[in-house]
């Protein structure tokens, strides 16, 4: 399994970014993917995870009223669809899968190699 993101760049103080994340070799156990971030000097967090299906997702309480997941089974991708940006917001953007949406929060089992979103006017 194998998964690759893109979108990341900079962006100006309100604006938006979608970010992209295609899964190679999807399998049983990538039945959920998710989106984690990490800014310097800080911890990887949580943003937001879904099904495949799309049915049942999860977020960031902080982050849910500015942040979208969504995927596109045909394409085997996964979306982030980042609203409102702040500086805050500046870290790299990690996609992740697992066999369950609780799974990926936790961490899941697969891991891309992330990209960089920077929010600075």
């Known amino acids: 399994v194998q998964l690759v993101e893109s979108g990341g760049g900079l962006v100006q103080p309100g604006g938006s970014l979608k970010l992209s994340c295609v899964v190679f070799?999807?399998?049983?156990?990538?039945?959920?993917v998710g989106w984690f971030r990490q800014a310097p000097g800080k911890e990887r967090e949580f943003v937001a995870a879904?099904?495949?299906?799309?049915?049942?997702?999860s977020y960031a309480d902080s982050l849910r009223e500015r942040f979208t997941i969504s995927t596109d089974n045909a394409k085997n991708t996964v979306y982030l669809q980042m609203n409102d940006l702040k500086p805050d917001d500046t870290a790299v953007y990690y996609c992740?899968?697992?066999?369950?949406?609780?799974?990926?929060?936790?961490?899941?089992?697969?891991w891309g190699q992330g990209t960089q979103v920077t929010v600075s006017s």
């Open positions: 879904s099904t495949w299906s799309g049915r049942t997702t």
């Open positions: 070799g999807r399998a049983l156990s990538t039945t959920a």
């Open positions: 992740n899968a697992g066999p369950t949406p609780s799974a990926v929060q936790r961490g899941g089992t697969y």
